[in-house]
């Protein structure tokens, strides 16, 4: 059986340099991530901790590649769950700058892999990845995150 892999691509009114700014800011991240923040100081070989409501580990991980505003690559290894470290990449591209479609905004893709075939976490992120990127695209578009709750 192949490993499963995670792909969301979003189209956002923002440009790089907001994007990036979000999605690296502890304080931005509490918003769209529904109460949890992920610090790092995001620079290659960093620690990456991600924190519930309340207070509580949820996942870590460590920076591999860090090119502002385009590009951040990371590993991702849930606490409590017996698994390697699957990673993430962050590509951020100016809309405009390709073949399809152009105009003002950025196209963030966001790749999740490396899971083992029979994952337990990878069911969840193919829940959680939607959610969190739409709350991430109404923030940077309106000023306000999605309102939702994760039943634990």
């Known amino acids: 059986m192949d490993k499963p892999n995670f792909i969301y ?16 800011s502890s ?29 509580e ?5 460590e920076v ?9 690559h990371h590993t991702f290894a849930v606490a409590g769950i017996d698994e390697p470290p699957s990673q993430i990449s962050y590509e951020i591209e100016p809309l405009g700058q390709s073949t399809q479609p152009q105009g ?3 196209r963030l893709t966001v790749r999740h892999y490396d899971f083992l075939p029979d994952s337990k976490v990878y069911p969840e992120i193919c829940q959680g990845w939607p959610a969190i990127l739409s709350s991430l695209k109404s923030l940077l578009e309106t000023g306000f995150s999605l309102e939702l709750t994760w039943k634990m």
């Open 57 to 61: 580990l949820e996942w870590q991980g």
């Open 64 to 72: 591999l590649l860090s090119e502002a505003p385009r590009l951040l």
């Open 27 to 55: 304080t931005a991240t509490e918003k769209f991530w529904f109460g949890r923040w992920n610090t790092s100081d995001w620079k290659k070989g960093a620690k990456i901790e991600s924190r519930a409501p309340t207070g």
């Open 104 to 106: 003002n905004g950025v």
């Open 9 to 24: 691509i979003s189209y956002i009114d923002s440009t790089p340099a907001e994007l990036w700014e979000t999605l690296t």
